[in-house]
């Protein structure tokens, strides 16, 4: 079965950048739309942005916009969530799924983003 790895989490100031990837089976990134997602304790899991299997479309919660972007490389089978101008309520576990139908499936174990104030 098809699974996510998500990487490149960690301790950032406030106002600095990170880029996360997320690499998967050909299988995965060669059928289907691709999300960012981040939790933080207590708290729903929430979208920050989905991209379309070509990567033409992109959309994005509210209060990303302007500051995360979503790329995906299908060749290398690899989504990226560039952020920059970090605050720190981006604090959370970032996760990335596969959009199969109505459910993100394929759901890595998540990385680590801390900013600090």
């Known amino acids: 079965q098809g699974q996510l790895v998500e990487s490149g989490g960690g301790l950032v100031q406030a106002g600095g950048s990170l880029r996360l990837s997320c690499v998967g089976s050909?299988?995965?990134?060669?059928?289907?739309?691709m999300g960012w997602f981040r939790q933080t304790p207590g708290k729903e899991r929430e979208v920050v942005g989905r991209i379309s299997w070509a990567g033409t479309d992109t959309k994005y919660a509210d209060s990303v916009k302007g500051r995360f972007t979503i790329s995906r490389d299908n060749d290398k089978n690899t989504m990226y969530l560039q952020m920059n101008n970090l605050k720190p309520e981006d604090t959370a576990v970032y996760y990335c799924?596969?959009?199969?139908?109505?459910?993100?499936?394929?759901w890595g174990q998540g990385t680590q983003v801390t900013v600090s104030s």
């Open positions: 050909g299988d995965i990134f060669g059928h289907y739309p």
């Open positions: 799924a596969a959009q199969v139908g109505p459910k993100d499936e394929y």
